[in-house]
């Protein structure tokens, strides 16, 4: 690893990455990857999360580290990557860090976290011809979850019988339970919404609270955690993230548990939320 000079960014794009160029004299060191850019990994099959658009990394995820890295004054480069790589890629030192993912006592072994950027719920997805009506209707099913996903566990625990299959995408997990290889199929609200929009004969039940997302960074960097951190507070806290919240959610407000962690945080206008 090499010390990098961090300095705002301003972009060109690739097909499966988007670089930010290095422009000007504010610095800071910081231990990344490539020096003077922050290198980021993110999943392009979680519509609307984050996707590839036009060649460039898309997203909510993509809008909100885009942001960040503005308010750090790095360069970006972001690297399309099934999701189970993510967190050994950031614990490796190959990324600097990624789009969110679930806090687990396992993952926090292997990586340290930022605070909050989301409060997570799972939503439990079926066919409307084979209806799972609620989570607990798992028990003795098949279901479907994204391989590497901190969901895996969390649907054990609290459906014992439940048996898991992992897919490497959300269109691989979608497809299983379109053709009865699942019966069911367990991921976020944002990815629920989408896949609704996708196949009308699926239906969802509703949300449950499974914890919440964090940026990770490799473990004992502190130096990037501070900035990453800072860079976070800002960004929640002066309206940016309230802007990329409500073109993501068109008619719904931020969750009460993320106002709380960052006070001052903008609300969505009321009459944004309907």
Do not use: W
Not at 26 to 31: E, F, G, R, S, V
Not at 215 to 230: C, E, F, H, M, N
């Amino acid at each position: 690893m090499l010390t990098g000079t961090v300095l705002s960014a301003c972009g060109s794009t690739s097909a499966t990455t988007t670089t930010s160029a290095a422009s000007t004299s504010t610095t800071l060191q910081l231990d990344t990857a490539t020096p003077g850019v922050l290198t980021i990994a993110y999943r392009s099959d979680d519509k609307p999360a984050s996707y590839i658009s036009n060649n460039q990394a898309a997203g909510y995820e993509i809008d909100l580290l885009k942001a960040i890295a503005a308010k750090m004054h790095i360069g970006t480069k972001f690297v399309d990557i099934a999701f189970n790589g993510i967190l050994p890629g950031v614990q490796n030192k190959q990324f600097d860090t990624s789009i969110g993912v679930l806090v687990t006592p396992a993952r926090q072994q292997q990586v340290d976290f930022t605070t909050p950027t989301d409060y997570v719920f799972g939503q439990l997805i079926s066919r409307k011809a084979d209806p799972l009506a609620t989570v607990a209707n798992a028990a003795g099913q098949s279901v479907a979850i994204t391989a590497g996903s901190a969901l895996i566990p969390l649907l054990q625990k609290k459906v014992p019988t439940v048996t898991i299959k992992e897919f490497p995408a959300i269109a691989a997990s979608a497809n299983a339970l379109e053709v009865g290889q699942v019966q069911g199929l367990f991921t976020g609200p944002l990815t629920t919404a989408q896949l609704l929009k996708e196949y009308p004969n699926l239906q969802a039940t509703q949300k449950i609270a499974v914890g919440f997302d964090a940026l990770p960074y490799p473990k004992g960097d502190t130096a990037l955690g501070k900035a990453l951190d800072s860079a976070l507070k800002t960004v929640m806290s002066n309206g940016t993230f309230t802007s990329i919240y409500e073109k993501s959610e068109p008619g719904k407000q931020i969750p009460s548990e993320l106002l709380a962690q960052y006070p001052g945080m903008p609300q969505v206008a009321a009459s944004s939320a309907g």
